[in-house]
């Protein structure tokens, strides 16, 4: 996620950090703390039944990329939109007064891993605790005005179990996956520490013995939007294993054959170049180094069409679990469950989370005992993150410039071994810091809304307001092309499939 720059202050951190005794143990899971924060008294907390409803006198954002709209009403029928105008005759329905308000497309995270329960691995979560967790964190999407994720590397079980969950009408925003997850023996996320019980039902590895055609067929009755393949040999160290080009061509020809787009896990322009060679449909992560996107990577991206998606906020979201910067954030605070909450802000999480990152990133020749010694070297400075934070910004300009298809995703989740890539408030953050980066509010809205909807085969049903699409939409105070992506942050009302619920509702109702 970073690399470490000067190693004088992070001594002088470990100093302190080691001769800091451990403090009280870690939470654990009890009926208390397996729970949204239940809303404060001035949060409206409304739901509006059935899956009807009629949007009046609102500004209008319909994600075509036009301008916006002033005193537009928006007819749900049956949880499709039927009517949108100005002062709609229509059937007697409930209505929102949307007076001064902002309605637009409900949002798309192109990267959310909803298996992941942060802090699951450092607490030992048992099953059950991890499977509360998951069902909470599908609210806090909602809440977030986010009606759409996609998954990359899920579990078949929790795949299969949190889609049925969804269909018997509990809250959460709809799944696309990617299955199976590619990587070989002993590379990106195959060890315990980054698994945890939260992935206990994952695709086992690839090697050269592995019949693919066998693997792609098993992930079938998923109904994968497409497979993603790791070439990560590691963040801090290359010390993880990658596939040789004969596995790679076996993995691209299978995919191939079988009809399967390849979305690749790559982060840097060295590795880039060994994604393209697998006819990508697209690329996970833009990079978070500190270089430039190399131009013959972004002339290639751009001749073939491929997709990006943006995951600048990485190493942001990574620090907070040691700069602890979230901690007086309100609307962070109400999206957290209580167990995952008490975990990032618990004092000793800080040291416990450097030696487990130590552990996951050393090389083999490191001694876990010496790796948690320098334990500070593997924690992203405020430099580090910035330095990272600017560089995926630079790329995503770059891609914009060039025609280069991107969307949004933030790597909410991300692995259960670290603390603070809280779901739903992942996807805000990497919108917030695009804006502050100078990317156009207008290409920040087409990415989390129309293009990414474009890029699963599903345009013609979600993505932007249009008639006979579905009713998934956002109703804020405040409008985003005026005020910028913290106005996202100001929703009155998540229509999900028709049914209009305050973000509170959507937090703690059933």
């Not at 963040?235 to 294993?241: E, M, R, S, T």
């Not at 990133?361 to 910035?386: E, N």
Request: glycine share 8%; aromatic share 6%.
């Amino acid at each position: 996620m970073f690399r470490p720059q000067s190693t004088a202050p992070l001594i002088v951190l470990w100093v302190a950090m080691a001769c800091s005794p451990s403090t009280t143990p870690l939470p654990t899971a009890t009926a208390d703390n397996l729970a949204i924060p239940p809303p404060t008294s001035d949060v409206p907390r409304t739901r509006i039944s059935g899956r009807s409803v009629i949007v009046r006198n609102a500004t209008l954002i319909d994600g075509l990329g036009g301008p916006s709209r002033k005193g537009i009403d928006v007819w749900v029928e049956d949880g499709l939109i039927h009517a949108i105008g100005p002062d709609l005759t229509t059937l007697q329905r409930p209505e929102i007064d949307a007076t001064g308000l902002t309605v637009l497309p409900g949002l798309i995270s192109a990267h959310a891993h909803v298996q992941s329960v942060p802090g699951s691995v450092l607490r030992g979560d048992d099953t059950e605790a991890v499977e509360v967790q998951q069902q909470l964190q599908l609210r806090a999407y909602l809440a977030s005005g986010i009606t759409t994720v996609l998954d990359p590397a899920i579990g078949p079980d929790t795949a299969s179990r949190l889609r049925a969950w969804l269909d018997d009408g509990h809250p959460g925003p709809e799944i696309f996956l990617l299955a199976p997850f590619i990587t070989p023996t002993k590379g990106y996320m195959t060890s315990v520490e980054m698994r945890g019980a939260a992935f206990a039902d994952f695709w086992p590895a690839v090697d050269a013995s592995t019949d693919l055609d066998a693997l792609f067929a098993d992930a079938r009755p998923l109904r994968p939007s497409g497979s993603k393949v790791a070439i990560e040999d590691g963040v801090v160290f290359a010390n993880l294993p990658v596939f040789d080009d004969e596995t790679l061509t076996r993995i691209r020809d299978s995919a191939e054959r079988n009809d399967v787009r390849l979305f690749v896990h790559s982060m840097a322009n060295v590795d880039h170049r060994r994604a393209l060679e697998l006819n990508p449909y697209a690329l996970v992560h833009v990079g978070l180094w500190d270089e430039p996107i190399a131009p013959d990577v972004l002339d290639e991206l751009q001749r073939r069409g491929t997709y990006v998606i943006s995951t600048i906020t990485l190493n942001h979201l990574a620090a907070w679990g040691w700069n602890r910067d979230f901690e007086d954030d309100a609307w962070i605070r109400q999206r957290v469950p209580l167990l995952q909450w008490e975990t990032a802000t618990h004092p000793d999480t800080p040291r416990r989370l450097s030696h487990l990152t130590a552990d996951m990133m050393r090389p083999g020749w490191i001694p876990l005992k010496l790796a948690q010694a320098s334990a500070p070297m593997f924690t992203p400075s405020a430099h580090d993150v910035a330095k990272a934070t600017a560089s995926g910004v630079a790329a995503i300009a770059a891609l914009q410039e060039a025609g280069v298809p991107w969307v949004v995703g933030a790597d909410e989740g991300n692995s259960p071994a670290y603390t603070t890539f809280f779901h739903g408030v992942g996807t805000q953050i990497e919108l917030e810091q695009l804006d502050a980066g100078g990317i156009s509010r207008d290409a920040i809205l087409q990415a989390c809304t129309r293009r990414p909807a474009q890029m699963l085969g599903v345009e013609h049903r979600i993505g932007t307001l249009e008639v006979g699409k579905q009713a998934d939409l956002i109703v804020v105070r405040d409008n985003p092309l005026d005020h910028g992506m913290v106005a996202l942050r100001t929703i009155q009302w998540t229509i999900r499939d028709g049914e209009a619920r305050t973000p509170a509702s959507w937090l703690a109702d059933p």
